[in-house]
Nanobody, 124 residues
Framework: QVQLVESGGGLAQAGGSLRLSCAASGRTFSNYAMGWFRQAPGKEREWVASISWNGAKTGYANSVEGRFTVSRDNAKKMVYLEMNSLKSEDTAVYYC?????????????????WGQGTQVTVSS
């Protein structure tokens, strides 16, 4: 497993932007598909975006398609989520997750490493 630490959350205005970062530790980071999930108060955790271990393939939930961009830097062991045109419904705790030995993954059951989460609050 890899250890994951998210950062970059905070308060943003509707229509604004935030960039989340996820720092990974462990020698096999480049063998991990990575994903972002979020959980709003009173709701289940939902998938937001994923990226393959070489960055060639990305995927997004319909609710964030065209507004969010996931990227990674394997040399730095970092994953990013650029969030633009933020909406109040984007308010949630955002989690970075890793799926070991998988090229690409979206289902939460495929992810075996999870960060502690970072709060994103969008005010209207």
């Amino acid at each position: 497993q890899v250890q994951l630490v998210e950062s970059g959350g905070g308060l943003a205005q509707a229509g604004g932007s935030l960039r989340l970062s996820c720092a990974a530790s462990g020698r096999t980071f480049s063998n991990y598909a990575m994903g972002w999930f979020r959980q709003a108060p009173g709701k289940e955790r939902e998938w937001v975006a994923s990226i393959s271990w070489n960055g060639a393939k990305t995927g997004y939930a319909n609710s964030v398609e065209g507004r969010f961009t996931v990227s990674r830097d394997n040399a730095k062991k970092m994953v990013y989520l650029e969030m633009n045109s933020l909406k109040s419904e984007d308010t949630a705790v955002y989690y970075c997750a890793g799926a070991g030995l998988l090229y690409y993954a979206e289902a939460p059951t495929n992810f075996d490493s999870w960060g502690q989460g970072t709060q994103v609050t969008v005010s209207s």
